[in-house]
């Protein structure tokens, strides 16, 4: 299993943009699919991105597709997520998670980290 760090949250404006990162310890990640999900107070987890180990094929629901972009560095173990246009509809906690068992928004991922905050307003 990897371990999973997330930062890059903070407090922002909408309109404004905002990059995440998930460094990640442990062995081959580079064979690790890898996602991002969301959880705000009172609120189910919210799927964000997904993208396939070799970091060539994303995917992305409607509510943030064409805002967020998902993206993998295997040589510096690290995933990042890009996130433009932020309303307050995207505040919450951003957790990355990684998994060996397919890619995509119903896998079930093996590993997460502790989450990072991002908070939207004026």
């Known amino acids: 299993q990897l371990q999973l760090v997330e930062s890059g949250g903070g407090l922002v404006q909408p309109g404004e943009s905002l990059t995440l990162s998930c460094a990640a310890s442990?062995?081959?990640?580079?064979?690790?699919?890898m996602a991002w999900f969301r959880q705000a107070p009172g609120k189910e987890r919210d799927f964000v991105a997904a993208?396939?180990?070799?970091?060539?094929?994303?995917y992305y629901p409607d509510s943030v597709k064409g805002r967020f972009t998902i993206s993998k560095n295997n040589a510096k173990n690290t995933l990042y997520l890009h996130m433009n246009r932020l309303t307050t509809e995207d505040t919450a906690v951003y957790y990355c998670?990684?998994?060996?068992?397919?890619w995509g928004r119903g896998v079930p991922y093996e590993s997460w980290g502790q989450g990072t905050q991002v908070t939207v307003s004026s």
């Open positions: 998670e990684a998994g060996l068992r397919g």
């Open positions: 442990g062995r081959l990640f580079s064979s690790y699919a």
């Open positions: 993208i396939n180990p070799s970091g060539d094929s994303t």
